[in-house]
């Protein structure tokens, strides 16, 4: 006679904040998506903006957009680690909706002035750091979500990172 294994009952309540955690993470996987849409609709516009500055000099344009993405790096390696402690400390949702913000703003100014070389390096630097200054805490906020299963969280996060994915695509 084979053994059978106790049925666990959820209650009203488990089952209510399980739904509630998957409605977040499904809000924070969309969330992704549209971040990095709206950030990739305007990386194929910033190479011809360069290149009229540098007025049709293509090697030109190259090394300034080699050195516009070396300039971001260090920003990003230097501040990122600050945003994510900073996310740790006065929560995941100020950081998530920053980001955004931060981005309309500067990809505004850019589309004001966009014979501004500055305005563009600022943008650059800037943009792409807010690209990690909401996934980051986007990631952590699944983290925190699902911390006591593994599974489900593994679940979350591929979801969430499909969502970047399409949204790359899309954008």
């Not at 409605?23 to 190479?47: D, E, H, L, W, Y």
């Not at 516009?68 to 006065?90: H, I, R």
């Not at 805490?137 to 679940?155: E, H, R, T, V, Y």
Request: charged letters at 15%; proline letters at 5%; one cysteine or more.
């Amino acid at each position: 006679m084979a053994t059978e294994k106790p049925v666990e009952k959820v209650s009203g309540e488990e089952d209510a904040e399980a739904k509630q955690k998957n409605r977040i993470a499904k809000n924070i996987a969309m969330a992704s998506g549209f971040m990095m849409m709206a950030q990739t609709m305007c990386v194929p516009t910033r190479a011809p903006m360069i290149l009229a500055i540098k007025k049709g000099d293509a090697a030109a344009t190259a090394r300034t957009m080699g050195l516009m993405s070396m300039c971001a790096a260090l920003v990003e390696l230097v501040l990122n680690p600050v945003l994510g402690k900073l996310s740790d400390e006065y929560g995941r949702r100020p950081f998530m909706m920053l980001a955004p913000a931060v981005n309309a703003f500067l990809h505004l100014c850019v589309s004001a002035f966009p014979t501004s070389l500055a305005m563009q390096f600022v943008d650059r630097m800037i943009s792409g750091m807010m690209i990690f200054g909401f996934a980051a805490p986007a990631q952590a906020a699944m983290a925190d979500l699902f911390a006591s299963d593994p599974a489900k969280l593994g679940i979350m996060s591929s979801q969430a990172a499909a969502w970047f994915g399409v949204g790359c695509t899309v954008g």
